[in-house]
């Protein structure tokens, strides 16, 4: 027996709505006490006071400026002047010393300016350590001020 697609269509729909019909009836909500909408007039001076207290904290706060992030990055920058530098090979050899120590973890070297920016670990090499690389390479070091890229923990 064949059936044709408006016979299939309208038997599927009879069983999904028999379906339905058999799904029990959700029973409908009580009214809130003092009439319909009540819960939601409650709920608005409680509302009101929440924003106008946010614009209060939000205008006190205002005009403070926010502190930058502390970065958690314990690495520190110095700039070794370095004497005997003649080419860029030689500024080359120089990187090469520095950047083979453990810890260090950037190291330029300007021929022009006759000195080497090192960014570094101070918890894996010293700068007399970066200085006697530079000197066993065969040039002259010269240690200037070590710059912390964070701020130092406060003593109590």
Do not use: N, W
Not at 60 to 87: E, F, N
């Amino acid at each position: 027996m064949i059936r044709s697609s408006s016979t299939l269509l309208s038997s599927a729909f009879d069983s999904r709505a028999a379906a339905a019909a058999a799904l029990p009836t959700p029973t409908p909500r009580p009214p809130p006490p003092g009439g319909a909408g009540a819960d939601v007039a409650a709920a608005r001076p409680r509302l009101g006071i929440a924003v106008v207290l946010g614009l209060a904290l939000a205008a006190a706060c205002a005009d403070k400026p926010v502190p930058p992030p502390v970065p958690q990055d314990p690495t520190r920058s110095i700039t070794i002047a370095v004497a005997g530098m003649h080419c860029d090979g030689c500024a080359g050899t120089v990187t090469e010393a520095l950047k083979l120590l453990d810890g260090v973890l950037e190291a330029r070297v300007s021929l022009a300016d006759k000195q080497a920016v090192v960014r570094y670990d101070p918890a894996r090499v010293k700068p007399e350590e970066l200085a006697l690389a530079i000197t066993k390479a065969g040039y002259k070091p010269t240690l200037a001020a070590v710059e912390p890229l964070t701020p130092a923990p406060e003593a109590k």
